[in-house]
């Protein structure tokens, strides 16, 4: 008699990184300005698509595929501040299609929420500035997170 | 016998103002980077608050009020390039309560929709770091738009 | 009998300009990071070109030229603030040759010197990617300011 | 009889951190705009001070120290690219008095010269807003490297 027991914990993939807080990037209210974490976005998903085995750099220059920000939502939650060590959770809730949606929340050293961003790219082929679907080695590499 | 007539036009407060895309804006992409935009919404919602007879400025350093970014959507329609010159429309559909919310929409000289922003605002006195309702002066500057 | 009598006053191009500072521009100091300045020149020197009738995307999109900054020196004398309207004043003393050197002082509404800067590019094409002499147009269009 | 030979290999602090170039920290030519080098220099010194066993947050909470920049002097050698990883290395040749001098070389990874920058600092009190000496803590813990 046999047993197959598979338990799926999750189904998604998930990447952590981290960023100091640069003086430049406060403001005058003395926190991040707003506008800043739109950057700690794009370090969080260029960092979570190298943990991959793939970069940003490459999907353009090998792959001839470029990446628009089609849409951006943010929930400011906290404040935080210059110097802080902020960890940038990455996650990827669904293989890409014609467009890849990433989700990064902003924890501080407290692992208090800052800031949680959801922003959807869309895949246009340079040469053509048209659409396109993503590049098979992307959602390939993707894969074993999602079975 | 009497008719009572009431045509409202519109109920909402809407200014109009320019900025000329600068070099350190664009991205290798060849186009403004995404987190540009933030910048412009600023820019539209300061000129806006000017407009009506008040300034930022004056609310931090006259009234004691700060506003601290809540939430942002911003949603990315067509790409902008170095040196266009883009208006931004910015759009208050309520008078302010314990929050604002602007909305800048932004378009390019041959007025198509580059990118729109919807940007919630909170009140915080600047002494207790506490939330607080809009200031008077605003919500009076404002009324004469929403009657 | 006859004279000629010729006065040169100057022998130099000038232009000013203006911003206003942004509230993304300050930092926790209150004042303008000292790392925006460098965009401050950048808008500068862009209407600088402009006046004369041409815009640097003109030089790179319709002459094929790229102009890198190889040097930059920069003076703080003064801090700005938040909504300050800074009046830029960009100077050529010389004609353009292989390199172009802009001169830029930025003074607040008080005409007070808040900043210097001094900044020299290179001319390259943008096909070779190597060094080439300023356009004959950009010089031509220059010369009546230095006769 | 008896001689002394004291061999000073060197008389300086030099820190080398790294940092990854942003998305958002390149233009429309490919490469990085010529106002980040500022931000990478800040994050040099941020980062040699904190080697020392301080950091610029505690300069400012705990001394009531602010370091405005009071010059600037850039060379750009080489152009650097999207994703590099660059390598900065932060100098002080002597200690700081009234003011504090740093220079910091950025090499990318071929170490190769990309950019130097020389940058002088104040300090100044927070309180009156007035020039004052280096802190002794300061002063005291960069000594070792200078004797």
Redesign the interface.
Known sequence: MQFEIKIQLSNMFQHETQV?V???E??????I????Y??YF??GR?EAVRAIGL???QLEDDYGI?M?????????VR?A???DLLTLKTTLNELPTDQIVFHTDIYNENNKLICGGRIRLAFVEDKTKKRCPAPDDLINKLKPWFE
Request: no cysteine.
């Open positions: 100091r640069r003086y430049s406060t403001d005058k209210m003395g926190y300005y707003y506008g800043v739109p950057q794009e370090v260029a970069t940003y750099r470029l628009p920000v089609m849409s951006m939502e943010v929930r400011y404040s501040h210059y110097d």
